[in-house]
């Protein structure tokens, strides 16, 4: 499956335009509020994304290991929080710019849901970009390998998670928010699903 590399681009942009205003209405201390990402306030969501985004466009991407993310996190903790915003806007544009983005530009729209989730927002998985995201991730469990999943969502549309020309293995039946919440293992307890053939674990999709 290829994907123009438009769409990339126009997700980083819709997270940008939908993520921000809620970041700038934001209270300073709910900024240190804990998110699903182990040990990460809504802060540090946001330094990972800024610097992973940057350094994917600039060409000084490292492996993205724990250890690796961990210190980009504290090398921005000096910043004040109108400092950190400025950074990541300035992330997102570049980002979207570079044809480089498509090796994360899905994992940054899922920090925001993680980011909005913290933040108490509804529909912290299912904002605005979620079709493009839908887009990226059936190209996303391809590439993963899923069990062949057959997925319809709470609105009516389909999809398929893993190879379209597999035999089924798997049906699930959910909405946009739980089906990233099962993919990205995001408390995928919370969504109101009815998976048969697999298990949620085997649907995982992010480290």
Not at 9 to 20: I, M, N, P
Not at 21 to 44: H, M, Q, Y
Not at 137 to 148: D, F, G, K, V, W
Request: proline share 6%.
């Amino acid at each position: 499956m290829t994907l123009a590399p438009e769409v990339y681009g126009r997700l980083l942009r819709t997270e940008r335009d939908a993520l921000l205003p809620i970041l700038r209405r934001t209270p300073g201390e709910a900024f240190d509020r804990p998110t699903v990402c182990d040990l990460w306030s809504v802060r540090d969501v946001i330094a990972h994304c800024a610097t992973a985004l940057t350094r994917v466009a600039t060409g000084t991407a490292h492996d993205f290991s724990p250890e690796d993310n961990q210190a980009d996190v504290d090398a921005k903790r000096h910043l004040a929080i109108p400092e950190l915003l400025s950074e990541l806007e300035a992330a997102y544009e570049l980002g979207a710019a570079s044809p480089e983005i498509f090796r994360v530009a899905l994992g940054e729209w899922v920090h925001g849901g993680d980011i909005r989730e913290a933040l108490g927002e509804p529909g912290a998985y299912a904002s605005e970009g979620a079709d493009d995201a839908l887009i990226l991730l059936e190209q996303r469990s391809r590439i993963r390998e899923a069990p062949p999943t057959d997925v319809t969502l709470a609105d009516g549309r389909t999809l398929r998670l893993g190879d379209p020309d597999a035999d089924r293995e798997a049906e699930l039946e959910t909405d946009v928010e739980g089906l990233f919440r099962i993919v990205a293992n995001r408390r995928p307890e919370l969504a109101v699903a009815e998976l048969t053939g697999v298990t949620i674990k085997e649907l995982k999709l992010f480290s």
